[in-house]
């Protein structure tokens, strides 16, 4: 039955079967279908090439593994196969190494010799090789082209913020004729221009086979510098070969980030940064904020100083109640109580350099009861005049010096009426001389023989009056408000004149004897006078406060018995003695005495039969 | 970093040739963006000028102008520099008619090594046309010859706007 049907399909299907037989074989079989894959795994890869990275990512893990495990088992057959490779490209890296190194000490001996880096580090206060080699040390890139070789073009370009700008498609086309002339010029055409430098600038250029990566350097670069940018010329053509291969003209996308990795900056200090980091210009916009900030501040310093001496002026200042000071700007404020007669504020404020212009003051009236001020008050309403001076003492207003009566009663009735007084004393206050005058001539009334005269507040008076006008005068002084004293030493009392002038009189008479104690008829008319004189004086005597005295001595001639003589001359003082009673006179007034014998040669004169009376003595004569 | 309005605009490197004295520098100098002063002409032997431009179509061009230094024989170095160029405008002086067959050499030899690349062609110093040795035979020969012809003024830069537009939408 089977083989039936497999006639039936030999006739039917009988070539197809023969072919499907052939191709079951031949995938069955390894060699033919290894031989097949063979045939077209050239052509697969190369049109793999051109449809992106999906075989590189394929072969990719394979590859790597089978290439560590060749170079684990037989490192020196890759060495070996290296070798032509690794050779030129270590002598490369190592001239880089050098040319960095040498561009470097030769700019730092460019330096050194510099007066500019001399001033500079001086400066800085820094030695001067520290200086040269912090400025060496640093270098930025400044732009990084990514330059299509053939035509020139840019491909793409990042910038420094901080470089300058310039038609960057203008700049790549003229690094690359640049670059042509140099090498078609010089090189034979077969080397491409690695480097060029300009002053401070360098233009490294690194060179893949569908892009060069030319990167500004401004500075001293060191070699990683030149690393950096083979390696990104590598990962560029790595990631963007197809593009850079097939690049017209336009923009290629997604590569810039790759340049913007070549945008190093070294500082000084020796941190490699991204730009964007603290610049100079930032710097001096902080310093001058920052010094703008110390400038106000130091004005707002000084101003409240100058408000804090206007306070502390203010406080001290007698009248003057200051409750708040305060500032806006420059504009100075104080509030508070103020007694009329105290100095003005704005006053204080120019003491404390302060403009009246920028000083607003609010002060309310009130009455200050300091010292000061209750005698600014006394003076203001008493208006003393130049020679008195005033002063408070526990309350007390003292007045002193020369006034007239009219203030000085002014000054009783006002004063004590003035806040802060509670009483006065006007006791060192003295009057004129001229109004002394007149007012101890009130007091005395100095009748016409007597002359007043006041000279520095002393009155003097001289002449002749009654004793008893005399006595009174002390207490009639003591009266006269304003007297510093009195001299009386020219004043005369009438009395004592009239004493002194009785005195001479009675002191004249002698009282002539007969013999013995009988008196004759011519001296009994003598004795009612010389008692009266006596009874005169001793009234005026009395009058003056003094008790009168009268001597009444006995003489004798020089005749008879020198014994009897003498008991006669006590006799006949006794006799005139009894004689003066009889006519009033006073007994105790009267003293007995004898006198002398008369002298042998004058023995018998009878003018020496006498008693003579002497007034014995005058107070104050 | 890489301005936006650039990645939508279009750069073309396009060159300047023709015979010595034939104001291939002064004709673009009134219209392009002079980066370089003219001393690379005479040390690196090209100058680099750019120029954007609007095209018809609304977008923008930029031109990398090469201005090649000027001789009767191109040596390798000057042809070098129009290696990648979209395409290149030729000066002929229209008073001198000996640079028309300069500027034909350097023409040909120009797509001998690079190809059919779009070109068109100045005829320069219309200012100064009593002293022309140009005729309209010769004009309308080269026209015959597939050259789009601009006569400019190096003067005034009359018709080099249009010449670097007529370019422009060529190589777009």
Known sequence: MNSDIDKIKDI???????????????????????????????????????????????????????????????????????????GPAIRRAIGEAMKSVLASVNRAIDTSLSPTARVKAWRAGIPLGEYVLRESLVYRVDDVFLIDPRSGLMIEHVRHPDAGTKDEDAVSAMLTAIQDFVRDSFAGGSEDLNSASVGQYTVWISHGPYAMLAAVIRGAPPADVRSMLDVTVERIHLSHGQALKNFKGGRIGNVDHELAQCLRLKLRNGDTRKPGGLRWPVVLILLAIAGLIAALWWQSFQRDRTLERWRAALAVEPGLVVTETWRQGEQYFASGLRDPLAVEPVDIAAAASIDAAQVSVDFRPFVSLEENMILARARATLSPPGTVEMN?????????????????????????????????????????????????????????????????????????????????????????????????????????????????????????????????????????????????????????????????????????????????????????????????????????RSGPPAPSDDVNNPLRRMVQVEVDSIPGM | MTDNRKSFMTTRKICIIGDFAVGKTSTVARVVHNVFSEKYLTTVGVKIDTKELALVDGKTMKLVIWDIAGTDRFSAVEYSHLRGASGYLLVIDGTRRHTVDVALDLHREVRDRYGDVPWVTLVNKSDLVDEWQLFDDDLAALRADGHRLFVTSARTGEQVEEALGALSELIR
Request: glycine share 6%.
């Open chain 1, 12 to 86: 039917l299907f009988g070539h197809e079967k023969k072919a499907l037989d052939a191709l079951t074989r031949r995938i069955d079989t390894v060699e033919s279908r290894t031989a097949d894959v063979a045939d077209v795994l050239p052509d697969a890869i190369e049109l793999s090439d051109g449809q992106g990275p999906r075989l590189q990512s394929v072969l990719k893990k394979p590859l790597e593994q089978t290439l560590t495990d060749a170079i684990i088992r037989d490192p020196h057959r890759f060495a070996v196969a290296l070798y032509p490779v690794i």
């Open chain 1, 392 to 592: 408070l003492v526990d309350g007390v207003l003292v007045a002193a010096g020369n006034a007239s009566a009219q203030w000085r009663a002014r000054f009783e009735t006002i004063a004590p009426a003035l806040p802060g007084v509670t009483s006065v004393n006007a006791a060192a206050l003295t009057s004129s001389d001229a109004e002394l005058f007149a007012r101890v001539s009130r007091a005395t009334q100095p009748p016409d023989s007597v002359q007043l005269t006041v000279t520095g507040g002393v009155a003097s008076f001289a002449g002749e009056v009654e004793a008893a006008w005399i006595a009174e005068l002390p207490s009639r002084l003591a009266a006269v408000e304003g007297l510093r004293g009195s001299d009386l030493r020219e004043l005369q009392s009438v009395e004592r004149q009239e004493l002194a002038r009785l005195a001479l009189s009675i002191n004249d008479h002698r009282v002539l004897y007969d013999q013995g104690t009988s008196l004759g008829e011519i001296q009994q008319q003598i004795l009612p006078s010389l008692a009266r004189k006596m009874l005169e004086f001793g009234r005026h005597a009395r009058a003056l406060g003094v008790q009168p005295a009268f001597r009444l001595v006995g003489y004798t001639d020089g005749l008879g018995d020198p014994v009897v003589n003498q008991r006669l001359r006590f006799a006949r003082a006794n006799d005139l003695k009894s004689r003066l009673i009889a006519r009033g006179v006073n007994p105790d007034w009267l003293i007995l």
